[in-house]
């Protein structure tokens, strides 16, 4: 039979998958440093929780599970769930609640380079009951600060409110708003010419549609409405919370061109890009949310979240040759035993293991060659050779795989220099 | 709307999830340490793939997805993706292959306590080449060990050696012998009578029935029968192999009645039992088998490998009221600044956590009694009062949470003692 993996599904080689582990880690680690509870919510939710919302372009790519009792489909993203989550133990939990997921969604995109159908999104959220103060949104953007700076990218948040969109829009009397915002979402895919092509489309006059991007390109355009200038006074503190929090200001950039496709958001949203890379995309959006579970429950729970996309990152920095910083190895040594020696080199792994250094026994029958190779692959820095000879004299043989050079040592030493 | 989770997934409170994930953590940790890849293959396979071996009662429970073009379906365990990866990167891949896989799979099983549809299994398996010498089989039993040391259980490994079995079958001329064993494998379960039946029922005669049940309860009784001695010998190889790795003797118990249910075992079977809990069953199973992919490729790849039910273990462990001692916290502090210090707050919370102490700001409105409440709901150690007095004086009140002590103190004091 032809064996193979599903089209759109991300497998590595393990060499691969370490690298892919080591960034997981650091990102689930600042994550729980930054004060983030875990959560892990089902793969498998109720196609009615998973629709509630209606769904729209992304009810066609749920892969719906075949059953004839129940209705049950796989989980497009992390925030359905987390909506759900806080409806259904809205008595239990503690809010403001901050919690991180790390998780595999799926969607059935068209498939093509860096779009999966099986993806990890790595997600934070802070979600507030009735109120939940604008900090929050700084806190967000800081903890993903430091996971950018730790993978050592070099990225920009580009950071915009609704408000401001929302009360230019009025300001200049269009009324389909949530339309009008949907579009300017594709300014960096589709371009100016093509977004100007569906908003008059839609309605605007060719006035309109001038005045709408004179103000998306300026940033000291000002106008006097009374939301816009609620959503400058967030930015302008959304910046200096920022400053506080250590955030360098040449991370970011104001961008009224931001404004995220999907309709739920109401403050701050951003995205992030990796300054040599824009045309890539976002690695990092989000922003403010007045409600977030509003089809789940009667408790106003507003919130602010990001999500990276880890897959399409991992993606985005394979294919850019931008891993090679990241190399990784499994094993500290690996014991090689000459025939007889297998049980002391066991008592040996055992003692450097009790060290703290990694590796294993290499017991399969073969050449000298051959484990050497199998060494050399691994990127083993460190081999030790136990023969009739080591036993008797407790010292054996260290060689060094970068320089091949050899010396007799006793485990204590060995255990010092590996 | 009916707000939901479906029957048979596990969904945990934030307080359970940090317990969860402290165990995934260790059993991860442990797993790197001892020189096992991560690796992680996509939850949906092709149906094709997946039911390569046929199936059997595992094919009913499979979440098959919809979908017109390809036929896909959910993975019911994590060995099956392991062979097809075997097979599809048998090129790239380093033997002996070491590696750990720490996933959710999926099972439409009849709902009931402790069983979940959807489930982590923690698998290591150890893949060679043509051969893979005896070493790896204590090697991965010593990996499980380390785990449940860590992780405070009083446990035990039953072991068994399916050759001790086929061997005494084969001497007292049984033909079915996989039938056999499968039927010996739900003695725990079912009971000797019942078991009895089901062998005679098989075709066997009482007098083998008879010889077969002493066989199983004495370790003494032997036989002169090649298999038999073949067996016998690993065992007592595997023995010697544990206890030169550290393996206490008091953890293991040679129990000639495991077999483990599954046809492609062929030497080693281990079920892993909590003392004070038997009738739940095994926690951590597995063996050795001849022959990974065989449905996949011609290569002969020859393995021994452990999985810890972590979702079943988790559940064990909380209803037998055992999380008390994994109880944990996820803030060392929360600051709590009064009206116009928020942004003095913001600037200690900076250096706490560059001093790599964990916790935030608690900036919501409302009055402190909720906001202590808070505090104590998720057992913050110390809180940090910041008002105008204390921004004046750079001395913050430090409050110890468990005594209800409260001093003013300097950031450097503050960091010290939190």
Redesign the interface.
Known sequence: ?Q????AG??????SD??I??HIKNIIEKTF???????????????T??LY?KGGGETSKQV?????SK?D?A?RFDLTVPLA??C???FQ????????YHIG?V?R?ERNQKGRY??FYQADIDII?HN???L??D??VIRVMAEIFELLNLDYTFHINNRKLLNGFLDYIKVEEKTEVLRIIDKLSKIGQQEVSRLLIDLGMTEKQVEQLFLFLESESFDIDHEEYREGKKELDDLM??LS???VKKSRIKIDRSITRGLDYYTGIVLETFLNDHYEVGSICSGGRYDNLAE???SQSLPGVGLSIGLTRLFYILKSENLLAAFQDH??DFVIIPMKGC??HA??V??AL?QAGK????????GKMGKKFT?CD??KVPYVIIIGEEEMQSQKYSLRDMSTGEQEAMTLDKIIERV
Chains 1, 2 share one sequence.
């Open positions: 039979m064996v193979r993996t599903l599904m991300m497998e590595l080689l393990p998958q370490l892919f582990n729980v440093e930054y004060g983030f509870y875990p959560l892990d919510t089902p793969a498998m939710e109720s009615d929780v509630a892969y719906e599970i075949k059953s129940n049950k796989l759900k989550y409806a259904l133990y239990d939990l503690n809010f403001p609640f901050r919690r595999k799926f059935g159908r099986e507030g109120t939940l103060s900090y929050n700084a806190e200096e919370n506080v929090l250590g089809n789940f429950t499994l094993y297998e049980r066991l008592s792994l055992s293991r990694k590796g294993f026994a290499y017991m399969e029958n199998f692959k691994e």
